[in-house]
Protein backbone atom coordinates (compact mmCIF):
# COMPACT_ATOMS: atom_id res chain seq x y z
CA UNK A 1 0.00 0.00 0.00
CA UNK A 2 1.59 3.85 -0.74
CA UNK A 3 1.78 5.72 2.11
CA UNK A 4 -0.73 8.04 0.32
CA UNK A 5 -3.33 5.42 1.23
CA UNK A 6 -2.55 5.27 4.80
CA UNK A 7 -5.81 5.88 7.37
CA UNK A 8 -4.65 8.35 10.10
CA UNK A 9 -6.47 8.68 13.29
CA UNK A 10 -5.06 12.11 15.22
CA UNK A 11 -7.90 12.11 17.63
CA UNK A 12 -8.03 9.00 19.64
CA UNK A 13 -7.65 8.60 23.54
CA UNK A 14 -6.54 6.65 26.39
CA UNK A 15 -6.27 6.06 30.11
CA UNK A 16 -2.74 4.40 30.93
CA UNK A 17 -3.37 1.77 33.17
CA UNK A 18 -1.26 4.00 36.22
CA UNK A 19 -3.54 7.01 35.47
CA UNK A 20 -6.71 4.27 35.66
CA UNK A 21 -4.93 3.47 38.95
CA UNK A 22 -4.81 6.98 40.28
CA UNK A 23 -8.80 7.40 38.89
CA UNK A 24 -10.19 4.26 40.99
CA UNK A 25 -7.74 5.77 44.17
CA UNK A 26 -10.35 8.74 44.32
CA UNK A 27 -13.48 9.64 45.72
CA UNK A 28 -14.83 12.43 44.09
CA UNK A 29 -14.47 13.29 39.92
CA UNK A 30 -12.42 12.70 38.49
CA UNK A 31 -12.60 8.76 39.44
CA UNK A 32 -13.29 5.32 38.22
CA UNK A 33 -15.90 3.71 40.41
CA UNK A 34 -16.83 0.10 40.89
CA UNK A 35 -20.43 -1.06 41.56
CA UNK A 36 -23.39 -3.38 41.30
CA UNK A 37 -24.64 -3.53 37.79
CA UNK A 38 -29.11 -3.91 37.68
CA UNK A 39 -28.44 -7.66 36.93
CA UNK A 40 -26.22 -8.10 40.10
CA UNK A 41 -22.38 -7.91 38.23
CA UNK A 42 -19.53 -5.56 39.38
CA UNK A 43 -19.04 -2.97 36.77
CA UNK A 44 -16.31 0.06 36.63
CA UNK A 45 -18.21 3.34 35.72
CA UNK A 46 -16.35 6.54 34.59
CA UNK A 47 -17.21 9.57 36.00
CA UNK A 48 -14.98 12.51 34.47
CA UNK A 49 -17.56 15.23 34.66
CA UNK A 50 -18.69 17.16 38.28
CA UNK A 51 -22.18 16.63 36.63
CA UNK A 52 -21.94 13.58 35.02
CA UNK A 53 -25.30 12.09 34.18
CA UNK A 54 -26.57 8.67 35.00
CA UNK A 55 -23.60 8.11 37.43
CA UNK A 56 -20.82 8.07 34.56
CA UNK A 57 -20.71 5.67 31.85
CA UNK A 58 -19.12 2.28 31.74
CA UNK A 59 -15.33 2.23 30.95
CA UNK A 60 -13.01 -0.73 30.40
CA UNK A 61 -10.44 -2.50 28.58
CA UNK A 62 -11.08 0.00 25.55
CA UNK A 63 -10.02 2.82 27.44
CA UNK A 64 -6.62 0.78 28.70
CA UNK A 65 -5.29 -1.78 27.00
CA UNK A 66 -3.11 -1.30 23.80
CA UNK A 67 -4.43 -4.51 22.08
CA UNK A 68 -8.41 -3.22 22.17
CA UNK A 69 -6.83 -0.02 20.98
CA UNK A 70 -5.23 -2.09 17.70
CA UNK A 71 -8.16 -4.04 17.62
CA UNK A 72 -10.45 -1.20 16.98
CA UNK A 73 -7.99 0.61 14.60
CA UNK A 74 -8.06 -3.01 12.60
CA UNK A 75 -11.79 -2.91 12.30
CA UNK A 76 -11.79 0.19 10.78
CA UNK A 77 -9.21 0.27 8.32
CA UNK A 78 -6.94 2.53 10.24
CA UNK A 79 -3.35 1.90 10.23
CA UNK A 80 -1.78 4.66 12.51
CA UNK A 81 -3.27 6.46 15.41
CA UNK A 82 -1.84 9.19 17.66
CA UNK A 83 -3.08 8.62 20.99
CA UNK A 84 -3.80 10.93 23.11
CA UNK A 85 -4.50 10.68 27.09
CA UNK A 86 -8.16 11.84 27.28
CA UNK A 87 -9.59 14.63 29.64
CA UNK A 88 -9.12 15.84 32.16
CA UNK A 89 -5.40 14.80 31.82
CA UNK A 90 -3.49 16.11 34.78
CA UNK A 91 -5.46 19.41 35.66
CA UNK A 92 -7.06 17.95 39.19
CA UNK A 93 -3.68 17.66 40.76
CA UNK A 94 -1.35 19.60 42.42
CA UNK A 95 1.64 20.58 41.00
CA UNK A 96 4.22 18.18 42.41
CA UNK A 97 2.07 15.20 41.93
CA UNK A 98 1.34 16.47 38.08
CA UNK A 99 4.79 16.56 37.35
CA UNK A 100 5.54 13.25 38.68
CA UNK A 101 3.26 12.00 37.10
CA UNK A 102 3.70 13.45 33.76
CA UNK A 103 6.79 12.02 33.81
CA UNK A 104 6.15 8.38 34.52
CA UNK A 105 2.53 8.44 31.85
CA UNK A 106 5.24 9.79 29.42
CA UNK A 107 6.97 7.11 29.81
CA UNK A 108 4.01 4.49 29.84
CA UNK A 109 3.14 6.31 26.35
CA UNK A 110 6.93 5.60 25.07
CA UNK A 111 6.42 2.06 25.64
CA UNK A 112 2.81 1.98 24.47
CA UNK A 113 3.82 3.31 21.47
CA UNK A 114 7.23 1.92 20.51
CA UNK A 115 6.44 -1.74 22.19
CA UNK A 116 3.32 -1.86 19.66
CA UNK A 117 3.71 -3.24 16.10
CA UNK A 118 4.20 -1.88 12.60
CA UNK A 119 2.46 -0.88 10.06
CA UNK A 120 2.62 -4.03 7.77
CA UNK A 121 3.56 -2.04 4.05
CA UNK A 122 5.71 0.45 5.90
CA UNK A 123 7.71 -1.17 8.90
CA UNK A 124 9.27 2.48 9.15
CA UNK A 125 6.26 3.44 10.70
CA UNK A 126 4.89 2.30 13.44
CA UNK A 127 0.86 1.91 13.97
CA UNK A 128 1.28 4.26 17.28
CA UNK A 129 2.04 7.62 18.19
CA UNK A 130 1.37 9.30 20.86
CA UNK A 131 0.58 13.21 22.82
CA UNK A 132 2.25 13.33 26.20
CA UNK A 133 1.25 15.34 28.40
CA UNK A 134 2.62 18.49 30.30
CA UNK A 135 2.54 19.43 34.24
CA UNK A 136 0.01 22.26 32.92
CA UNK A 137 -1.78 22.97 36.30
CA UNK A 138 -1.82 26.40 38.66
CA UNK A 139 1.67 26.89 40.62
CA UNK A 140 3.40 25.43 37.39
CA UNK A 141 6.51 27.37 37.03
CA UNK A 142 7.76 28.14 33.54
CA UNK A 143 10.94 26.88 33.65
CA UNK A 144 9.62 23.55 35.02
CA UNK A 145 6.55 23.29 31.80
CA UNK A 146 9.63 24.17 29.57
CA UNK A 147 12.12 21.27 30.71
CA UNK A 148 9.19 18.96 30.25
CA UNK A 149 8.82 20.16 27.07
CA UNK A 150 12.45 19.66 26.21
CA UNK A 151 12.86 16.59 28.16
CA UNK A 152 9.86 15.08 25.84
CA UNK A 153 11.34 16.24 22.82
CA UNK A 154 14.75 14.58 23.80
CA UNK A 155 13.62 11.42 25.20
CA UNK A 156 10.27 9.79 23.59
CA UNK A 157 10.91 9.62 20.29
CA UNK A 158 7.09 8.20 19.31
CA UNK A 159 5.54 10.92 21.09
CA UNK A 160 4.91 13.87 18.30
CA UNK A 161 3.42 16.51 20.18
CA UNK A 162 1.59 17.18 23.49
CA UNK A 163 -2.40 17.47 24.58
CA UNK A 164 -3.96 20.48 26.88
CA UNK A 165 -6.80 21.37 28.46
CA UNK A 166 -8.02 25.51 28.09
CA UNK A 167 -6.81 26.21 31.32
CA UNK A 168 -3.27 26.62 31.09
CA UNK A 169 -2.08 27.52 34.73
CA UNK A 170 -5.25 28.51 36.03
CA UNK A 171 -5.56 31.49 34.11
CA UNK A 172 -6.14 30.10 30.41
CA UNK A 173 -4.09 30.24 27.81
CA UNK A 174 -3.76 34.32 26.68
CA UNK A 175 -2.23 34.04 30.49
CA UNK A 176 1.98 35.94 29.75
CA UNK A 177 2.95 33.37 32.57
CA UNK A 178 2.61 30.81 29.30
CA UNK A 179 5.08 32.34 27.13
CA UNK A 180 8.01 30.60 28.12
CA UNK A 181 6.02 27.70 27.10
CA UNK A 182 4.85 28.94 24.22
CA UNK A 183 8.38 29.68 22.66
CA UNK A 184 9.86 26.10 24.23
CA UNK A 185 6.90 23.93 22.23
CA UNK A 186 7.70 26.33 18.98
CA UNK A 187 11.49 25.23 19.44
CA UNK A 188 10.75 21.67 19.38
CA UNK A 189 7.82 22.00 16.74
CA UNK A 190 5.72 18.87 19.29
CA UNK A 191 2.21 19.72 18.00
CA UNK A 192 -0.15 21.36 20.60
CA UNK A 193 -3.65 19.20 20.33
CA UNK A 194 -5.94 21.50 22.21
CA UNK A 195 -8.99 19.46 23.52
CA UNK A 196 -11.72 20.67 25.55
CA UNK A 197 -13.02 19.56 29.27
CA UNK A 198 -14.99 21.71 31.14
CA UNK A 199 -17.54 23.21 28.07
CA UNK A 200 -19.21 26.56 29.58
CA UNK A 201 -21.54 27.56 32.42
CA UNK A 202 -23.70 24.40 32.68
CA UNK A 203 -26.56 27.26 33.53
CA UNK A 204 -26.51 27.45 29.74
CA UNK A 205 -28.57 24.53 29.32
CA UNK A 206 -31.90 24.62 31.35
CA UNK A 207 -33.35 22.36 33.30
CA UNK A 208 -34.56 19.72 31.00
CA UNK A 209 -32.84 16.25 31.28
CA UNK A 210 -30.87 16.57 28.03
CA UNK A 211 -28.39 13.82 28.98
CA UNK A 212 -25.00 14.32 27.82
CA UNK A 213 -26.02 15.93 24.25
CA UNK A 214 -25.48 19.74 25.78
CA UNK A 215 -22.38 19.71 27.38
CA UNK A 216 -20.40 17.72 24.87
CA UNK A 217 -22.11 18.93 21.77
CA UNK A 218 -21.86 22.28 21.92
CA UNK A 219 -19.86 23.21 25.37
CA UNK A 220 -16.98 21.33 24.51
CA UNK A 221 -16.43 23.17 20.87
CA UNK A 222 -17.49 26.59 22.77
CA UNK A 223 -14.57 25.80 25.40
CA UNK A 224 -12.52 25.38 22.51
CA UNK A 225 -12.99 28.49 20.59
CA UNK A 226 -13.47 30.65 23.83
CA UNK A 227 -9.78 29.43 24.64
CA UNK A 228 -8.18 29.88 21.61
CA UNK A 229 -9.47 33.16 20.63
CA UNK A 230 -7.80 34.33 23.69
CA UNK A 231 -4.83 32.74 22.78
CA UNK A 232 -5.14 34.61 19.57
CA UNK A 233 -6.16 38.05 21.19
CA UNK A 234 -3.12 37.73 23.27
CA UNK A 235 -0.79 37.60 20.17
CA UNK A 236 1.03 34.37 21.08
CA UNK A 237 0.49 33.35 17.55
CA UNK A 238 2.41 36.77 16.06
CA UNK A 239 5.46 35.97 19.02
CA UNK A 240 4.91 31.98 18.01
CA UNK A 241 4.55 31.93 14.72
CA UNK A 242 6.16 28.17 14.51
CA UNK A 243 4.12 27.52 16.99
CA UNK A 244 1.83 24.06 15.68
CA UNK A 245 -1.92 23.77 17.22
CA UNK A 246 -3.89 21.28 16.54
CA UNK A 247 -7.86 22.47 16.82
CA UNK A 248 -10.31 19.50 18.01
CA UNK A 249 -13.42 19.16 16.83
CA UNK A 250 -12.86 21.01 13.96
CA UNK A 251 -11.94 24.30 15.85
CA UNK A 252 -15.54 24.93 17.56
CA UNK A 253 -17.36 27.75 16.30
CA UNK A 254 -14.34 29.69 15.44
CA UNK A 255 -14.33 28.91 11.78
CA UNK A 256 -18.33 30.32 11.54
CA UNK A 257 -17.16 32.86 13.62
CA UNK A 258 -13.82 34.57 12.20
CA UNK A 259 -14.95 37.18 10.12
CA UNK A 260 -17.28 38.13 13.28
CA UNK A 261 -14.39 38.38 15.33
CA UNK A 262 -12.30 39.79 12.35
CA UNK A 263 -14.55 42.84 12.60
CA UNK A 264 -14.74 43.23 16.02
CA UNK A 265 -11.42 43.90 16.83
CA UNK A 266 -11.71 45.97 13.81
CA UNK A 267 -14.22 48.39 16.14
CA UNK A 268 -12.79 48.04 18.99
CA UNK A 269 -10.33 50.59 20.36
CA UNK A 270 -8.68 48.25 23.15
CA UNK A 271 -8.09 45.73 20.41
CA UNK A 272 -7.77 47.54 17.06
CA UNK A 273 -4.27 47.19 16.38
CA UNK A 274 -3.23 44.88 18.96
CA UNK A 275 -2.88 42.21 16.47
CA UNK A 276 -0.24 41.84 13.62
CA UNK A 277 -2.70 40.42 10.75
CA UNK A 278 -6.35 40.21 10.48
CA UNK A 279 -7.86 37.71 12.78
CA UNK A 280 -9.49 35.38 9.91
CA UNK A 281 -5.40 35.09 9.10
CA UNK A 282 -4.69 32.97 12.50
CA UNK A 283 -6.86 30.04 11.03
CA UNK A 284 -4.66 29.31 8.07
CA UNK A 285 -1.75 28.93 10.80
CA UNK A 286 -3.51 26.10 12.71
CA UNK A 287 -4.67 22.23 11.96
CA UNK A 288 -8.05 20.83 12.70
CA UNK A 289 -9.21 17.78 13.02
CA UNK A 290 -12.04 16.58 10.86
CA UNK A 291 -14.21 15.27 13.58
CA UNK A 292 -17.33 17.15 12.95
CA UNK A 293 -19.53 14.32 11.54
CA UNK A 294 -20.98 16.49 8.42
CA UNK A 295 -19.71 16.90 4.98
CA UNK A 296 -20.90 20.19 4.77
CA UNK A 297 -19.04 21.06 8.09
CA UNK A 298 -15.69 20.05 6.64
CA UNK A 299 -15.92 21.65 3.67
CA UNK A 300 -17.07 25.18 5.08
CA UNK A 301 -13.93 24.75 8.25
CA UNK A 302 -11.74 23.67 4.77
CA UNK A 303 -12.76 26.76 2.80
CA UNK A 304 -12.85 29.26 5.73
CA UNK A 305 -9.21 27.87 6.35
CA UNK A 306 -8.06 28.01 2.97
CA UNK A 307 -9.25 31.76 2.65
CA UNK A 308 -7.76 33.00 6.05
CA UNK A 309 -4.44 31.36 5.04
CA UNK A 310 -4.46 34.04 2.24
CA UNK A 311 -4.78 32.06 -1.56
CA UNK A 312 -8.47 32.27 -1.30
CA UNK A 313 -8.92 35.84 -1.02
CA UNK A 314 -7.93 36.88 -4.50
CA UNK A 315 -11.65 35.38 -5.79
CA UNK A 316 -10.33 33.93 -9.66
CA UNK A 317 -10.61 30.56 -9.72
CA UNK A 318 -6.72 29.79 -9.65
CA UNK A 319 -7.10 31.46 -6.22
CA UNK A 320 -10.42 29.79 -5.20
CA UNK A 321 -8.48 26.05 -5.96
CA UNK A 322 -5.04 26.90 -4.18
CA UNK A 323 -7.28 28.14 -0.78
CA UNK A 324 -9.07 24.90 -1.15
CA UNK A 325 -6.05 23.13 -1.17
CA UNK A 326 -4.95 25.35 1.51
CA UNK A 327 -7.76 24.73 3.47
CA UNK A 328 -8.17 20.75 2.99
CA UNK A 329 -3.93 20.14 3.71
CA UNK A 330 -5.26 21.68 7.55
CA UNK A 331 -7.48 18.80 8.69
CA UNK A 332 -7.04 15.46 9.84
CA UNK A 333 -9.24 12.25 10.11
CA UNK A 334 -10.26 11.42 13.79
CA UNK A 335 -12.44 9.17 15.65
CA UNK A 336 -12.49 10.37 19.16
CA UNK A 337 -12.06 6.72 20.61
CA UNK A 338 -13.42 5.08 22.99
CA UNK A 339 -15.84 7.79 23.49
CA UNK A 340 -19.03 7.77 21.04
CA UNK A 341 -19.46 3.69 21.33
CA UNK A 342 -22.67 2.88 19.54
CA UNK A 343 -25.33 2.49 21.94
CA UNK A 344 -26.55 -1.30 20.79
CA UNK A 345 -25.44 -2.47 17.39
CA UNK A 346 -22.29 -4.62 16.55
CA UNK A 347 -19.75 -3.94 14.04
CA UNK A 348 -18.26 -0.78 12.86
CA UNK A 349 -18.85 2.37 15.10
CA UNK A 350 -21.38 4.83 13.12
CA UNK A 351 -19.31 7.68 14.80
CA UNK A 352 -16.45 6.36 12.45
CA UNK A 353 -17.86 5.84 9.63
CA UNK A 354 -19.74 9.19 9.93
CA UNK A 355 -16.29 10.91 10.03
CA UNK A 356 -15.10 9.18 7.10
CA UNK A 357 -18.72 9.39 5.08
CA UNK A 358 -18.08 12.63 5.58
CA UNK A 359 -14.84 13.52 3.85
CA UNK A 360 -15.84 11.03 1.01
CA UNK A 361 -18.46 13.53 0.74
CA UNK A 362 -16.86 17.25 0.31
CA UNK A 363 -17.90 18.45 -2.90
CA UNK A 364 -15.15 20.84 -2.41
CA UNK A 365 -12.29 18.02 -2.14
CA UNK A 366 -10.19 16.31 -4.62
CA UNK A 367 -9.75 12.83 -4.27
CA UNK A 368 -5.93 13.91 -3.63
CA UNK A 369 -7.27 16.43 -0.95
CA UNK A 370 -9.52 13.53 0.65
CA UNK A 371 -6.60 10.93 0.90
CA UNK A 372 -4.54 14.00 2.63
CA UNK A 373 -7.57 14.49 5.52
CA UNK A 374 -7.94 10.63 5.74
CA UNK A 375 -3.66 10.13 6.25
CA UNK A 376 -1.18 12.13 4.40
CA UNK A 377 -1.53 15.28 6.16
CA UNK A 378 -1.23 13.78 9.66
CA UNK A 379 2.37 12.40 8.49
CA UNK A 380 3.66 15.73 7.30
CA UNK A 381 2.18 17.48 10.70
CA UNK A 382 4.28 14.68 12.67
CA UNK A 383 7.22 14.66 10.65
CA UNK A 384 6.50 10.85 9.26
CA UNK A 385 6.49 11.61 5.77
CA UNK A 386 9.00 10.22 3.89
O1 LIG B 1 -18.27 11.87 26.03
C1 LIG B 1 -17.46 12.61 26.62
O2 LIG B 1 -17.64 13.13 27.70
C2 LIG B 1 -16.19 12.88 25.96
C3 LIG B 1 -15.10 13.32 26.75
O3 LIG B 1 -15.20 13.51 27.93
N1 LIG B 1 -13.95 13.50 26.15
C4 LIG B 1 -13.81 13.30 24.84
O4 LIG B 1 -12.73 13.46 24.31
N2 LIG B 1 -14.86 12.92 24.11
C5 LIG B 1 -16.04 12.70 24.65
Redesign the pocket.
Same mark, same amino acid.
Given at each position: MSLRKLLVDVHT /?LYLPRYASVLRSRSNAPRILTRNSPSGQSEDRLL? %?DDEPSGG?PVGPQYWDRDEKLKFMDQHGIDISFVSS $??PWLDFLPFPEAQELAQQLNADLESYCSGGPSVVSAVELKRLYGFGLLPLVPGAPSEALSEAVSQLARQHPHIRGIIISTQGVGEGLDDPALEPLWASLAETGLVVFL /?P /?YGVSAQAWGTRDNG /?VLP %?ALG =?PFETTTAITRLILAGVLDRHPNLRLLL $?HSGGALPQLSSRLASCIEHDPVLAGRLAHDARWYLGRMWFDAVAYGAAELGFVSETVGRASGCGQGGGTADVRRGRKEGASRMLFGT?HP =? =?PPLGEAGKWRSVVENLEAIERVDQWSEEDKEGVRGRNALTLFGLSP
Open positions: /HI %LR $AN /H /H /H %L =F $AD =F =F
